[in-house]
């Protein structure tokens, strides 16, 4: 079956650091790949996608790019803020089954 | 465009009281989710509805039920609400199973 594993948190950084989030994953076929954000007290957003090898997803200064021949999928930030702030999951979907989560990364970050 | 909306967005009930969760969208989506959130657990599915229709079990069904009133409402009832059933529950929808699904901004119920 699927399934996504990314890094334990809390991951703690100070404001302007460097961000990776580790996520690999476990699915045959070619699955569509996404991360999400959950900020405080809100429900999940989609933050990026992409759908095919090599893809690269970007938004709001996150970047994750797909790699088949590691099965990852991290995502980057060059210079963090307070307000990225949040719990990370990283998520597939693969050949008519369902959108599965990993189990989500807290990102603190201190000014 | 409100996207998905979810009521009521806090809630309190005691052992054994009843209630309904309600979900709306106005994406026009095929595809309607319920998920609970739990500390140190991730979401896990509770129920979904692939299609105007027609509803499944997910991951943990147990102690609830769903309706999918039209294409533009899913609900979510808990008949008889247990402690172990305190939770933040989320809704989601998407236009099919293989696209990104758009979350509502929660229910926080407790069951004392």
């Known amino acids: 079956g699927n399934s996504v594993t990314q890094m334990e948190g809390p991951v703690t950084l100070s404001e302007e650091a460097f961000l990776t989030i580790n996520c690999t994953y476990t699915a045959t076929g070619y699955p569509s790949l996404f991360w999400y954000v959950q900020y405080p007290g809100e429900g999940l957003q989609l933050l990026l996608k992409a759908t095919k090898a090599d893809d690269k997803g970007s938004n709001k200064g996150f970047e994750a790019t797909y790699r088949k021949e590691t099965t990852s999928f991290h995502l980057e930030k060059g210079s963090v803020q307070v307000s990225d702030s949040a719990v990370y999951f990283c998520a597939l979907i693969n050949a008519g089954n369902m959108l599965t989560f990993g189990g989500g990364t807290r990102l603190m970050v201190k000014p | 465009n409100a996207g998905v909306t979810q009521t009521p967005k806090f809630q309190v009930l005691k052992t054994g009281q009843s209630m309904t969760l309600q979900c709306a969208q106005d994406m026009n989506h095929n595809s309607m989710y319920w998920y609970r959130q739990d500390p140190g657990m991730g979401l896990r599915l509770i129920y979904y509805?692939?299609?105007?229709?027609?509803?499944d079990k997910g991951e943990v069904p147990n102690g609830y039920n769903v309706s999918r009133l039209n294409k533009r409402e899913f609900s979510l009832r808990l008949e008889s609400a247990a402690p172990s059933q305190t939770s933040v529950y989320f809704c989601?929808?998407?236009?099919?199973?293989?696209?990104?699904?758009?979350f509502g901004p929660g229910t926080r119920l407790t069951v004392t």
């Open positions: 509805s692939a299609s105007e229709g027609t509803t």
């Open positions: 989601a929808s998407s236009e099919g199973f293989r696209y990104e699904q758009y």
